[in-house]
């Protein structure tokens, strides 16, 4: 018997796989027998890279793994090295500076995942409204760092520059309001039926599958997984914080839709509260072996000599290998850095949230509809950099 | 002999003009749907080709005209050629029995020495054909636009477009059944098929009034048999790439844009005629309301363009035959009783 | 329970003769194993102390050592949310170890880039093909002989 | 000959001169030789995967041969409906049983489930 | 210049007249390869509106685009579906080269990724920055746009590119 079925693909150009994701898929007539993925894209062999560059010049390199929270990558890389140099402690204002940009980061991914998940269901408006939002996150950026998507500003020991004049304010402003602004999506959106009808029962996972297919981020949320880096295993003082994790119920779309705009008020809340608490002073560890010194001291000798070493040949790890994991917008991000001693890691690896959380497409797919698979590839959140690096 | 010719001459006269109005609504419509978009998204929109943007649908008309013209060497080529062709006609064609104003000329007029009197085959009305079974004739001809999307679909040999293809046909299967029973209780209350008798029985009250949940009904339809959000399955980017016009380039491409718009031009104003009193209105000539009217229901379609997400084609095919068909049906009995106890 | 002796209770579960030393860095154990009974030892961490959760799983390439190839596993256990590192060695040529893709399905996928990146075999995956790059390219490039710039392919297919 | 149609002729013509020219015309001025690589069918950058056929399951046409069935049914209506006046009671209770029948006909076909997709 | 002069003003008048509309409608692929298409993304959206030059129209198939932007890192695997993008789209086009990556590699100088996509596409207007703002990306149409109203089409015939042996797709 010859069976009726297409085989498709979709992608690399795609306008909805969100980058340069391929899937080979075969229908029958619009229903997915099998998926399977076909990632690599846009691989830029940024592991390999990173094993001849000094530790600080591999910041910029990881910035760009998850395009869409360039700060929370360098932060998860800056943590690692930190944990491999033993550096327990940095000035305080450094680290709240750090949460700061990370949950700015972290709202500002789920504004974008917004957007286009909204807009791969067919809703146009979402996206304007989100990235509307977005823009104000990047101009904090601009104004701070000079950059809008990658501020490159964590450096090994703290920050290379303090918030500008104002800063402050204007952030706090903005996470005051951001809750009110997503009443306008949750009008668009959240009790919309057709919103409804296309995300509830879609991609359903239960706990044992998550665990199985090592989801993390929300995605495990979204089953009523209780996991959560920042509360499980706190960095950056993120223990010190009130905040909630949300969990979801069914496992579906929507409850993912659902946790991830929750994490965007709680992000709110903890910017809010690091606001609060932020004194002023150091942004560096002066241990300046591995730590910048301030820019305007960088004249005379005693500052310049470290300063030069540092950039030309960076500096020296203990041996040894450290694994340190963050929680990134879209999952577990964990850099696994092994160290022979040198000026360079002998070997980084980069474990993205997308790749582990992309690979159970190939399952959710299964037996739904072309359309759903638009909609799982939006509920995944996938960021084909970080899938690929 | 004479009186034919005349017939002949004013009728050619009618089609140009409402082909040519036509042909400007879709380009003013066009831009409209870019503006007001941009209005709903919080942005410009063109603004730059001409004052306030309003060339940029000439703009694009005149760059896809002179863009290359691609004819893929595809197994049944004279289709692959032919299709935009279909999409362009059928959906220009159901405007032939819409009467788009009263009377746009005299009863009777004197040439020659001759009178000739214009009532006859209601040539002086704004209509270019008073058909008999005139809703009949729009609900069977605008049936047809299906074909151009599926031969387009089916002959570009290309898989994506295929799916298109045989989602057209699917969706016409769901809306097609609701769509003509919604329709059915206007039919019941004006008692005739005639598209002028219809707009001149609504001269004391719209028929909206008398059947509301035939409108809701028949502008659902109307959503899905134009293909716009939220039923536009057929060519929805973000699953389809572009869908069955993906190997169209140039003026065929531009034939499939053209018959989308001009399709909702259709549709809202067979809406307008049967529901919202047609050309009727105070004060105003009755051409310029109609257009008032049908540029409203226009918009209305760019409003829910910028609000709903997309339904799934399978939604979209069981609410169409489970929830939607027994509404109509049930829309009709009720009508049925009202009609027979007044 | 602190971290030793969380790491000697398990210690004393495991079979004695697989676990060759354990090292501990930074406050994180690493569990050296024998890559024959590394199945053995995951199966048992993952059933009896609840490491359900594979983070991760890549390889080192230490090049002029031998055997070169380490094979790295982070494993979390959400109850105790405790991690903890287990390491084999792959062995032959080309390496092989066993796949523990029947253990865990995301291994799936980590396994291939493996073997993608680092020429790894794993015995038993089911589906063991290149994942990042294309099918007929030359060498594996996170090998430490490997140039970083490549070796000039290009893709012809 | 219904001389109403005349018009409706006229403007077909019309309409399918305008349209044909409309296509003649661009690829005139815009005929330029295909490469080989834009004869290939467009899939997303790739070659495209698999036969070229493509196949429509035999759902389709299942649905397909339900809607000609009601749609034939539905278009009874019509007669109806415009001398439904004139008829009264009668004509009312004799279309409400030729309802009924359309419905429960609806009805089986849903529970038969004939209209599911997954 | 032979037909300009025999043509005279209609010619001339026809190119100028087409050349604007094609100015003012140029239609993009929907094509975003890494890191510079969010910016470009951001260029579409609100704050920026590249709407505004009738940009919006995005189109997923190449036969209806008219501009490439190659927005972010081309590498090896990705090249023959770039390259076969190109080729299948219908003249006119335009390239336009965004950030660095696909300039000249960028950053990544590795063996994934291709050291600049001008080896290998007629490129029209490079737009530096990793990523570019999309400042620096409208900038770069209006460079388009420019480049567009000097374009001699009715006196000059396309070339299309060739491919190099061995990537040939």
Known sequence: MRKEIIKLNVGPQHPSTHGVLRLLVELEGEVVVSCDPDIGYLHRGIEKLMENRTYHRSIPLTERVDYLAGAANSLGYILAVERLLGIEEIPPRARYIRVIVAELTRIASHLFWLATHGHDLGAMTPLFYALRDREVIMDFFEKWAGKRLFPNMFRVGGVAKDFPDGMEQEIRKFAEELPEKMKDYETLLTKNPIWINRTKGVGVLSIDEVLDWGLSGPMARGSGLDFDIRKVDPYLGYDEFDFVVPLGKNGDTYDRYLIRLEEMRQSCRIILQALDRMPKGDIMIDDYKVAFPPKEKVVNGEYLIPHYLLVVKGFKTPKGEVFHHTEAPKGELAFYIVSD????????????PSFVNLQVISKLAKGRLLSDLIALIGTIDIVLADVDR | MSDTLIFVIISLIKSVVVVALLLLGVAIGVYLERRILGFIHLRYGPNRCGPFGILQTIADGIKLFFKQDITLPVTERTLYVVAPIIAGVTALFPFVAIPFADKVLPDAINLFGRTIDLTQYSMNRGVIADLPGGILFILAVSSLSVYGVLLAGWTSDNKYSFLGGVRVTSQMLSYELFLGVSIMGVLMVTGS???TEIVEAQKHMWNIVYQPVGFILYMIAGFAEACRTPFDLIECENELGSGFNTEYSSMKFALFYLAEYIHIITISAIAVT????GWQGPWLPSGLWFIIKVACLFVFFIWVRGTYPRVRFDQLMS??????????????IVTGVCVLIS | MDIKKYTEKILSALPKEAVKSVQEFRGQVSLIVESERIIDVL??????????????????????????????????CHAEKRLIRVKTFAKGEPPTISSVVGLWSTANWHERECYDMFGIIFDGHPDLRRILLWEGFDGHPLRKDYPVEGRDEKRNN | MNVYYVPVLLYLILIVLMMSAIVFLSSLIGKKPLTDIQKIPYECGLDPAGPKEAYVPIKFYVIAMLFIVFDIEVVFFY???VVYRDLGVVGFVEMIIFFAILLIGLFYVIKKGALKWE | MGIEQSGGILVTTLEKVVNWARKYS???????????????????AARFDIARFGMEAYRPSPRQADMMIVAGTVTKKMLPAVLRLYEQMVDPKWVMVMGSCATSGGVFRSYAVVQGIDKYLPVDVYVPGCPPTPDALLYGVTKIHEKIMQDKWLTKKYEHIKFPEKVKS
Not at chain 2, 274 to 277: A, D, E, I, K, M
Not at chain 3, 52 to 63: E, F, G, N, Q, S
């Open chain 2, 193 to 195: 098929i005639r598209m």
């Open chain 4, 79 to 81: 007669p109806w409906l």
């Open chain 2, 319 to 332: 609410l169409g035959w489970k929830y939607l068909f027994p509404i109509a049906m049930a829309n009709l």
């Open chain 1, 341 to 352: 001693g040198s000026e360079h890691p002998y070997r980084v690896k980069i474990r993205t």
């Open chain 2, 274 to 277: 049967l529901f919202l009193g």
């Open chain 5, 26 to 44: 140029v239609w993009p692929l929907t094509f975003g390869l890494a890191c510079c298409a969010i910016e470009m993304i951001c260029t579409a």
């Open chain 3, 43 to 76: 199966k048992l961490l993952r059933d009896r102390f609840g490491f359900r959760y594979l983070i991760d799983l890549t390889a080192v390439d230490h090049l002029p050592n031998e055997p070169r190839f380490e094979v790295v596993y982070h494993l979390w």
